[in-house]
DNA sequence: GTCTATACACAGATAGAC
DNA sequence: GTCTATCTGTGTATAGAC
């Protein structure tokens, strides 16, 4: 095993992905990612030729690493309704637990560079998007297959973008925030609807 | 009437707002500002005390307006199943219209300043989310009424916070960024589900 | 591979003339 | 009410010593 220097590329993405997901892009300078690694920010050009590129490593070892967990969930052969929960529970489960990954999503959303938007979605988002796209082709023919998925996982999402703001609304109660309340309020809504038939 | 000079707060505003739309907080400055309105930075410190003021100011601005047409649909008397789809065809609408107001929105979401946030949900969300939410309880009872509330804003959200990645999505069509095709794929998705009864 | 030192642009904000 | 001019801090990024 070689050497390896206590600052190398992963250590400084990990140090800098919480603060990416607390304040943005504009929000973080390259000062104050390398107060975080320990460093002074000229060392930080040595693993990196710029701030963008440092951002959207961070993002991506982010990303890689749960959506290739979720490849794997929606190859599962069950029958549609169980994979569509497998898969809810899945994603719940994740949000709720790595805060930063749920925080990056949403500034992803908002990120007005398109060229960085580019590198930022390209070889991500595409799979797993089409898989459960395929999977809502499995429930009632009249749905959009695109705009289910697009449905399935905002309504997903949006339990934990809101959450900051949620719980100042009326109602909020502690519970909201457990995964298997979430899961099993939006499973019920999902495949039963509002109407009683 | 008194002569009301070119550059009122009211103008500031409504210059400063798209800006704010598209790069959040930290991604306009105060010169970005200055020249979108035509005056020098120093002149916008005589109508705000701080970049703060104006950018809570400018969100406010949006927000108040949006949000009194809300209450007053979600104040009609019609049953709740028309009463939902009243406000939700009048969500669709307003997102669809309004890009500033759906970016502002989402901007707001990922606000990391506790006082900042206070300020910009301060009697706006509040009135319109329990209107909601009592209107959730007209529905099955099974359903917690601060969750149901939360999917079925985050259901009509996500359609238009993911637009920008959406495109690049396999499956995606002109006809989804349609106010009508929207509002008729969430209102039957929401009222009868994915499962056959 | 990390440092010191620094270049240079841009940030928020203010003083005081007009 | 807006300007010019400016203060002071912070931003990204680099050169060159160690």
Redesign the interface.
């Known amino acids: 095993m070689k050497k390896s220097p206590r600052t190398n590329p992963q250590h400084i993405l990990e140090r800098a992905t919480p603060l990416f997901a ?3 892009y ?2 973080v300078s390259m000062r104050d990612v390398a107060a975080a690694v320990g460093v002074t920010p000229a060392a930080l050009y040595h693993h990196f030729k710029d701030k963008d590129e440092l951002y959207i490593q961070a993002v991506n070892h982010v990303f890689g690493k749960k959506f290739s967990d979720a490849k794997a969930i929606m190859a599962d052969n069950d029958e549609p ?1 169980k994979r ?1 929960e497998t898969f809810i529970t899945w994603f719940v489960r994740v949000l709720n637990k790595d805060k930063d990954f749920q ?1 990056l999503l ?7 560079d398109p060229r960085r ?1 580019q590198k930022l ?1 390209k070889n991500t ?2 799979e797993l ?2 898989a459960i ?1 395929k999977l809502g082709e499995s ?2 023919q ?10 399935i ?3 997903v ?3 934990f ?2 959450s ?3 719980k ?6 502690a519970t ?1 925030d457990q995964a298997k ?2 899961t099993l ?2 499973t ?10």
């Open positions: 607390r304040h943005g504009d929000g309704v569509l925080k949403q500034w992803v959303m908002l990120d007005s938007l979605t988002f595409q998007f089409a796209q429930f009632k009249q749905y959009d297959p695109h705009l289910l998925a697009v449905s996982i905002g309504l999402l949006y339990h973008e809101s900051a703001v949620r100042k609304l009326p109602g909020s109660r909201h309340t979430i309020h939006i019920a809504l999902l495949e039963n609807g509002l109407l009683t038939h």
